[in-house]
């Protein structure tokens, strides 16, 4: 026969390995180990920016007056300062150009025609 108390510190030995297992085995899942923490995805990239607004030049009386926004254009058409035969020029423009031949026409038709005389 082996040592006294032999039989039972093998028995507390296996006891404390079983445990120790049982353990690890919890914080490892059901499948194993536990799975890395998911990266999320990539910010998706910013959106493009806003094209420049466009600007108009006006020549009147042999001078250049500008830059204008449209939206001043379109105020000045509405006040009669603006006016189809007006010439402007913008970049990217061939030369000089009556204001009824560009874009800024839609802002011309968009105006009121002059108030009848009383």
Excluded: C, Y
């Excluded at 507390?12 to 049982?22: H, L, R, Y």
């Excluded at 995805?41 to 420049?52: E, G, I």
């Excluded at 009386?61 to 300062?81: S, V």
């Excluded at 913008?90 to 031949?101: F, I, L, N, P, R």
């Amino acid at each position: 026969m082996g040592q006294p108390g032999s039989a039972m510190g093998a028995a507390m030995g296996a006891g404390m390995g079983a445990g120790m297992g049982m353990g690890m085995a919890q914080s490892m899942g059901p499948w194993g180990a536990s799975p890395a923490a998911a990266t999320p995805p990539p910010a998706p990239p910013a959106p493009p920016p806003a094209p420049a607004a466009r600007v108009w030049h006006i020549a009147e009386n042999g001078a250049t007056l500008g830059p204008f926004a449209e939206g001043d254009l379109a105020r000045m058409a509405a006040e009669g300062r603006l006016s189809r035969a007006s010439m402007v020029w913008s970049a990217g423009q061939d030369g000089w150009k009556m204001a009824a031949e560009t874009d800024l026409v839609r802002l011309l038709d968009a105006a009121p025609p002059p108030a009848p005389k009383a």
